[in-house]
């Protein structure tokens, strides 16, 4: 019988301008232009070889502010209670987080990206390039997430307002010009 215990160890870690995460975006895509470092430690910096020819970088990293794992979550773009696996949210049995980033340099063992929705000193387990050869998908099926309309996931996803805010607001409004 196979043992059930994985040993992961840091290979860096991620500073970004976000320190509460409350605040921090919840996803890349929310966090268009902040800009962030890794730093590599050193004994892995012979593996950023050749890295530099690519835009995007995925970063696997661990959720280190997670307290709890919940298999059922409300998500940020939502009000109904979703299936961890069914979500992004943090509170997963590995603390496992992966985010597409843009790689901007590298000099020596720091790399200067963008795009940065992690928090500050998120310790890094691994790094992948971005091909799109094989990671561009056409036919694509979002599950739940198709039904929130895209300025919603933009100001919610982007911390600008929570869910409920927003729909206080709508409804505020809506009765100002009745």
Not at 68 to 89: C, H, I
Not at 102 to 118: A, K, P, T
Request: hydrophobic share 35%; aromatic share 8%.
């Amino acid at each position: 019988m196979q043992s059930r215990t994985i040993h992961f160890h840091p290979i860096g870690v991620i500073h970004s301008p976000h320190t509460e995460l409350v605040k921090a975006p919840i996803q890349p895509v929310f966090s268009k232009g902040i800009k962030g470092t890794i730093e590599l430690y050193p004994e892995f910096q012979p593996g950023l070889k050749d890295l530099e020819g690519f835009s995007h970088i995925y970063l696997l990293y661990y959720f280190n502010q997670a307290k709890e794992v919940k298999l059922q979550v409300v998500p940020f773009l939502d009000s109904e209670t979703r299936g961890l696996f069914a979500t992004r949210a943090p509170h997963r049995p590995n603390k496992i987080g992966m985010s597409l980033v843009r790689l901007i340099g590298i000099q020596n063992n720091i790399l200067q990206i963008e795009d940065v929705d992690m928090l500050d000193q998120t310790p890094l387990l691994d790094i992948k390039p971005y091909i799109q050869r094989y990671d561009y998908r056409t036919e694509t099926r979002s599950g739940w997430h198709k039904a929130v309309p895209d300025d919603v996931a933009m100001t919610v996803g982007s911390r600008k307002m929570t869910l409920n805010d927003l729909k206080t607001s709508k409804i505020n409004k809506e009765q100002r010009t009745k």
